[in-house]
T-cell receptor, first 110, second 114 residues
Framework: DAKTTQPNSMESNEEEPVHLPCNHSTISGTDYIHWYRQLPSQGPEYVIHGLTSNVNNRMASLAIAEDRKSSTLILHRATLRDAAVYYCILHLWGTYKYIFGTGTRLKVLA | DAMVIQNPRYQVTQFGKPVTLSCSQTLNHNVMYWYQQKSSQAPKLLFHYYDKDFNNEADTPDNFQSRRPNTSFCFLDIRSPGLGDAAMYLC?????????????FGQGTRLTVV
């Protein structure tokens, strides 16, 4: 299965932008990149996903490298409620599977 | 309103005593998933259903079984829970499992084995 690699933890100050990186060097051309986050004692929550182009929604932006071997989740203004574990996931074409990477624990400082 | 509902939120079972966790969805999605998440680890896929078709992950222990009697409900049965099966169990759904669609997760059931 394709793998993703993320830093174990990151810190950000409140109301500053946060860039969460993910490496997925084994990605194939039809695999989608998904991001989910998990708040303490809750199930994962969808954040954003994309294939090749950069994507924006009300929660975040997703920047995908031209070679697709890495991506960055951008939170434009971190709040205390954004403190969570952020998972970068490859959804493999031809399967129904969402396979989680190890995740980045984001700490937001007031 | 919750769209993927897991009951109970917390379950305590005895070592070796069969236990069933339940999941229901109001989304009418075709695909349902069960994940196991141990402390400080990422969720690990156990199996999934596409409609009635069951797909087991190769490394899912035989101790774990699942049933999906209809579109809305899915159950996780642990036949003889061991201490190592203590974890959060997450149910998720996807409209059709296509990579361009998102998954919806329930709040999870935290299983304790005593």
């Amino acid at each position: 299965d394709a793998k993703t690699t993320q830093p174990n933890s990151m810190e950000s100050n409140e109301e500053e932008p946060v860039h969460l990186p993910c490496n997925h060097s084994t990605i194939s051309g039809t695999d989608y990149i998904h991001w989910y986050r998990q708040l303490p004692s809750q199930g994962p929550e969808y954040v954003i996903h994309g294939l090749t182009s950069n994507v924006n929604n009300r929660m975040a932006s997703l920047a995908i490298a031209e070679d697709r071997k890495s991506s960055t989740l951008i939170l434009h203004r971190a709040t205390l409620r954004d403190a969570a574990v952020y998972y970068c996931i490859l959804h493999l074409w031809g399967t129904y599977k969402y396979i989680f990477g190890t995740g980045t624990r984001l700490k937001v400082l007031a | 309103d919750a769209m993927v509902i897991q009951n109970p939120r917390y379950q305590v079972t005895q070592f070796g005593k069969p236990v069933t966790l339940s999941c229901s969805q109001t989304l009418n999605h075709n695909v349902m998933y069960w994940y196991q998440q141990k402390s400080s680890q990422a969720p690990k896929l156990l199996f999934h259903y596409y409609d009635k078709d069951f797909n087991n992950e190769a490394d899912t222990p035989d101790n774990f079984q699942s049933r999906r009697p209809n579109t809305s409900f899915c159950f996780l049965d642990i036949r003889s829970p061991g201490l190592g099966d203590a974890a959060m169990y997450l149910c998720a759904t996807s409209r059709d499992g296509h990579p361009n669609t998102e998954a919806f997760f329930g709040q999870g059931t935290r299983l304790t084995v005593v």
